[in-house]
């Protein structure tokens, strides 16, 4: 079965670091690009950005770049999502989605990853 | 505000046919193909349209997908009140290195 398992949800302080973690399974991890989506508090969806495993090449939307960095490590099927320093603006549902790069579609999500930053 | 524009609600009762709209620019929807993601109520969102009008394996016929120009629509037939979710339109944009864009959802009730 394909499936993208996201880390669990995380409670951090504004101005905190944190890293979380998208692992794909029953397919080939290096043919696909992992996107990241933003999913704020009664919003709808924001593409932040994607990776390609296969050469860890990266690109983000305008509104993302420089605030978030995603990452990946093929060895073990996982792609990130890191920020350096989070703001109570951050708070929100993550999601990965396997990414094709034809016809740009993102048929395969993560169950999601509720970032929640307060003092 | 969204590069694409979606109606933020559609509404129809059981057994109806509604359609959802999304318009866009010649950047995105005019040079790319459009996908529709549904998302059911406290649950990662789906795809249920790619490529305009392709349906992925288990999406029911009741969905359909168009596009013209720079505008896309989502059919649902024989509306069921399994189908009153949030449903987004997204199209990859060519423009600043190439982006996906979504729509702002429209929220569909059935009444």
């Known amino acids: 079965e394909v499936q993208l398992v996201q880390s669990g949800a995380e409670v951090k302080k504004p101005g905190e670091s944190l890293r979380i973690s998208c692992k794909g399974s029953?397919?080939?991890?290096?043919?696909?690009?992992i996107s990241w989506v933003r999913q704020m508090p009664g919003k709808g969806l924001e593409w932040m950005g994607r990776?390609?495993?296969?050469?860890?090449?990266?690109n983000y939307s305008p509104s993302f770049q420089g605030h978030v960095t995603i990452s990946a490590d093929k060895s073990i099927s996982t792609a990130y999502l890191q920020w350096s320093s989070l703001k109570a603006s951050d708070t929100a549902m993550y999601y990965c989605?396997?990414?094709?790069?034809?016809?740009?579609?993102?048929?395969?999500w993560g169950k999601g990853t509720t970032v929640t930053v307060s003092s | 505000q969204s590069v694409l524009t979606q109606p933020p609600s559609a509404s129809g009762t059981p057994g109806q046919r509604v359609t959802i709209s999304c318009s866009g620019s010649s950047s995105n929807i005019g040079s790319n193909t459009v996908n529709w993601y549904q998302q059911l109520p406290g649950t990662a969102p789906k795809l249920l349209i790619y490529s305009n009008n392709q349906r992925p394996s288990g999406v029911p016929d009741r969905f359909s997908g168009s596009k013209s120009g720079t505008s896309a629509s989502l059919a649902i037939s024989g509306l069921q009140s399994e189908d009153e979710a949030d449903y987004y339109c997204?199209?990859?944009?060519?423009?600043?290195?190439?982006?996906?864009?979504f729509g702002g959802g429209t929220k569909l009730t059935v009444l």
């Open positions: 029953g397919y080939s991890f290096t043919s696909y690009w």
């Open positions: 990776i390609d495993p296969s050469d860890s090449y990266t």
């Open positions: 997204a199209a990859w944009d060519d423009s600043l290195n190439g982006h996906v864009v």
């Open positions: 989605a396997r990414h094709t790069w034809v016809s740009y579609y993102m048929d395969v």
